[in-house]
């Protein structure tokens, strides 16, 4: 089974542009979330998407946003982009049960550089 | 909101070693506890979990960890560690207050095990 895939891997931009992230879980799973890693603060949820709907967020503003499609592929939009997004953005998906007892299963992540 | 702390950042250890990482979470309410792995430029993948039981969960890679409510504590331990341990180690939870699958991981833990 193929597992949660990322795309693209690496990024550069610019402050004040915008960039959209696109992830697809593992066949069946229909939860994705997205977490953003960097060396100061760590790993941090963004949001979850289930049935296409936004079912947990973090604490990120507004300028952080996703959907989910009817296939389960998500995709994770940034806008006005600042230095400080500059991090590793990481996916993972899971079949979605309530109650937070699965496990999630992450891809590789996208690498964003914003200069 | 809940919080995981993980007290050792760095930890370098001799091939054969013993391994405890320590790892304490503070939420009132029911916990699921996660130890997530992440070999140098792998994914991030599940090492062990614990939801309910048995409160000594054993995971993949001889990797143990123990659940200690009164302590709010998930230590993972191993008790011989190889050079292909080295990694960085992240404790997770999931909690009872969120429909979902919201992830909120400690800080991390780099080990270095020499050869």
């Known amino acids: 089974k193929a597992g949660v895939t990322q795309t693209p891997r690496y990024l550069i931009k610019t402050r004040g542009q915008q960039v959209t992230l696109s992830c697809s879980p593992i066949?069946?799973?229909?939860?994705v979330s997205w977490y953003q890693q960097t060396p100061g603060q760590g790993l941090q949820f963004l949001f979850e998407y289930f049935s296409e709907t936004q079912r947990n967020k973090g604490n990120f503003p507004g300028r952080f946003s996703g959907r989910q499609f009817s296939n389960s592929r998500s995709e994770m939009n940034v806008s006005t982009l600042e230095l400080g997004d500059s991090a590793l953005y990481l996916c993972?998906?899971?079949?979605?049960?309530?109650?937070?007892?699965?496990?999630?299963?992450f891809g590789p992540g996208t690498r964003l550089l914003v200069l | 909101a809940q919080s995981v702390s993980q007290h050792n950042h760095h930890v370098i250890l001799s091939e054969a070693a013993s391994l405890e990482l320590g790892c304490n979470y503070s939420?009132?309410?029911?916990?699921?506890l996660f130890w997530y792995v992440q070999y140098p430029g792998q994914h991030l993948q599940l090492l062990l979990k614990y939801f309910s039981g048995d409160p000594l969960v054993k995971g993949i890679k001889g990797f143990e960890a123990e659940f200690i409510k009164s302590k709010f504590s998930f230590n993972l331990r191993k008790p011989s560690v190889q050079w292909s341990d080295t990694a960085e180690y992240f404790c997770a939870v999931t909690t009872d207050n969120n429909a979902g699958n919201m992830l909120t991981f400690g800080g991390g833990t780099r080990l270095m095990v020499k050869p």
């Open positions: 993972a998906s899971s079949r979605g049960l309530a109650g937070g007892k699965e496990t999630q299963y």
């Open positions: 066949s069946g799973h229909r939860s």
């Open positions: 939420y009132g309410g029911t916990v699921n």
